[in-house]
């Protein structure tokens, strides 16, 4: 099994930035896809971005296009979405998860990751 643990979510006004990681353990990091999910009260868990394992290739949704880049270090074991620009819409849990039946093609869909976070809040004041 693969362990995820979040680190870096908090409070900032609209506007600023904030950085959140993910250490990962218990299985190869560099040979699965990684993503980062969020999730608002009362809303679906949606997508926010996704690498795959080289991180060649990556994935926004609409919303963060621009404003929040996702990277992977696999020295580290971890996976960062740097988010800038922050909105209050982006306020929300933010999950950490693995596909480890994918290594180069990045699956979207919340079903088809395997492993998760603890998660960690995000809030964006106006």
């Known amino acids: 099994q693969v362990q995820l643990v979040e680190s870096g979510g908090g409070l900032v006004q609209a506007g600023g930035s904030l950085r959140l990681s993910c250490a990962a353990s218990?299985?190869?990091?560099?040979?699965?896809?990684m993503g980062w999910f969020r999730q608002a009260p009362g809303k679906e868990r949606e997508l926010v971005a996704a690498?795959?394992?080289?991180?060649?290739?990556?994935y926004y949704a609409d919303s963060v296009k621009g404003r929040f880049t996702i990277s992977r270090d696999n020295a580290k074991n971890t996976v960062y979405l740097q988010m800038n620009s922050l909105k209050p819409e982006d306020t929300a849990v933010y999950y950490c998860?693995?596909?480890?039946?994918?290594?180069?093609?990045?699956?979207?869909?919340?079903?088809?990751?395997?492993?998760w976070g603890q998660g960690t809040q995000v809030t964006v004041s106006s």
């Open positions: 690498i795959n394992n080289s991180g060649r290739s990556t």
């Open positions: 218990g299985r190869t990091f560099s040979s699965y896809v």
């Open positions: 998860a693995a596909d480890v039946d994918h290594t180069i093609v990045i699956i979207t869909t919340t079903r088809d990751y395997d492993y």
